[in-house]
Structure formats: C-alpha cells, structure tokens
T-cell receptor
C-alpha cells in the first residue's frame, strides 16, 4: 500500500532564504508526483507535476526533483518571500486506481 | 480557460439532513475526483468519475454518493449528515484521472 510522508510538518525561515521541502513514498511504481500549495481555508493550487520518467521540473523560483529508486521528491524554493507562506502538499498518482495518495503537508512560514 | 468551479462555496446544515455539492470541471476534462479534507484526517479520497462511470471509490460509508453527467459535471451527495461530515470538500478535474489534477476552491460544509 502506497504511503506518502512529508518532513518537516512545519518550517519557519527568514525571508530570502533558499529552502527544501521533502516528500517520500513507499512504492516506486508511481505514474507521476504532483506538488500543490494550499492557503488557509482555500483550495489547492498545482505547482509542479513530475512524470515518472522525469528527474525534475522547474517553474520560476520552484524546482521539484524526483528519485523513484529511493522514493523521494524534493521541492526547492529559491529566495523565499512572505507570499510563499502556505501549506505545501505532495501527492503521487498510480495508473491503477485513479486517485492521488497524499502527504500530510509541510506548513511553511516565511518571516519578513 | 475557466478553472474548476464548485457550488455552493459554503453550506450549513443540521444533523440528519442531506446535501448535494456540485463540481464543474475544466472544459475538455472527463475525470472528476472528490476529496474530503479535515484537520485531523487530512485529504481523503471519496471517488473518481470518468465519462459518467465511477472507476474508484474510497473508504467512506454509503451515505456518500456521487454521479457524473454527460457534460462531465459531477455532483456528490451526503445523506443523513453527521457532525463528523463537517469538512472542506474538494473536487479535482483532469483529462484522464492520472495526469495533472486541477482543484476547485472547495465547498466548506458545516454540520450543526
């Protein structure tokens, strides 16, 4: 059974720092992995999607990597800003059951 | 391109009542998934529909049901509401159920 873990559960850093959020999964037979952002009380915003055949994806200050063999993905945020404060969730998809398996999220606070 | 829309955005019901939530996916997307999000349990998968067929169902009681129409719009219904059904209900739209998922803003259901 696929399980997804995100560490740390919460992170507080000063503005301007580069940071890494971690996501690990137990079964390497994934179809893709997606990173989302959620602001309090709001829906989910898709940040990056990495297909199983890819190693990384980039969008602006965000870079996500995927290492299927070790069951890990990282989300790198460069030059953090207070507007980056949110909960970041990763989710993996398999091509067998049409559902996303979710991590519990990392709550990120960027201090001005 | 319009995003995923969910109606209503907020709902207050009392125990024992029933409720219907609606989700309109992105144009051209045929897969709609539903998730329940609570502070204690995180994101939990309810069900996924593709071309009017339920392909997968999560571990929820039969009080939770859904359907999808020929235009891909989906509804979910919860009967005999319980206090524990209070949650943010999110729907996600994708082309095929395994590729990139796009989420709506959610419906906040409060059961009194």
């Amino acid at each position: 059974k696929q399980e997804v873990t995100q560490i740390p559960a919460a992170l507080s850093v000063p503005e301007g720092e580069n940071l890494v959020l971690n996501c690990s999964f137990t079964d390497s037979a994934i179809y893709n992995l997606q990173w989302f952002r959620q602001d309090p009380g709001k829906g989910l915003t898709s940040l990056l999607l990495i297909q199983s055949s890819q190693r990384e994806q980039t969008s602006g200050r965000l870079n996500a990597s995927l290492d299927k063999s070790s069951g890990r993905s990282t989300l790198y945020i460069a030059a953090s800003q207070p507007g980056d404060s949110a909960t970041y969730l990763c989710a993996v998809a398999t091509n067998s059951n049409y559902q996303l398996i979710w991590g519990a999220g990392t709550k990120l606070i960027i201090k001005p | 391109k319009a995003g995923v829309t969910q109606t209503p955005r907020y709902l207050i019901k009392t125990r024992g009542q029933q409720v219907t939530l609606s989700c309109s996916p992105i144009s051209g997307h045929r897969s709609v998934s539903w998730y329940q999000q609570t502070p204690g349990q995180g994101l939990q998968f309810l069900f996924e529909y593709f071309s009017e067929t339920q392909r997968n169902k999560g571990n929820f009681p039969g009080r939770f049901s859904g359907r999808q129409f020929s235009n891909s719009r989906s509804e979910m219904n919860v009967s005999t509401l319980e206090l524990g059904d209070s949650a943010l209900y999110l729907c996600a739209s994708s082309l095929d159920g395994v590729n990139e998922q796009f989420f709506g803003p959610g419906t906040r259901l409060t059961v009194l």
